[in-house]
């Protein structure tokens, strides 16, 4: 009877064991970047320059940092989806003073089209 208990404990804890790492692996409240090749594209031309980890324009990357947009709790992500779609319709970005520097990384109408339209779906698409 002993042997049948401490092996019904041994298998409790493997399941519970088990449980615990596949939540943490896929945590319910999970968020992945979905980026499609033309939304990527435009913004390694345009946006991640400035916008990333090893960015020297601390300014941006505390504003946004594309390295780690991932780990963003939801309201922050969706936050800032919608400050992307704004910024770009306002065309605040790339901003003014950078275009006159890099005059190749500014956004088309048809890219900026993208961004807006891919930022406002994605952040739609968290408030499901």
């Not at 019904?8 to 790492?21: D, E, G, Q, T």
């Not at 990357?61 to 800032?80: G, R």
């Amino acid at each position: 009877m002993r042997n049948k208990r401490n092996s019904l404990f041994v298998i409790a804890v493997f399941l519970f064991a088990s449980f615990m790492v596949s939540a943490a692996e896929n945590p319910a409240d999970s968020k992945v970047v979905n980026m499609p090749g033309d939304v990527k594209a435009i913004i390694d031309k345009s946006c991640f320059g400035c916008h990333n980890n090893d960015s020297k324009n601390d300014k941006a990357k505390e504003k946004l940092n594309l390295s780690t947009f991932d780990t963003l709790t939801k309201n922050k992500m969706i936050a800032a989806y919608k400050g992307m779609a704004e910024a770009v319709e306002e065309n605040e970005m790339p901003p003014a003073k950078f275009l006159e520097k890099f005059p190749d990384k500014k956004l088309t109408d048809t890219e900026k089209k993208v961004l807006m339209d891919w930022a406002n779906n994605e952040a739609k698409s968290l408030l499901k």
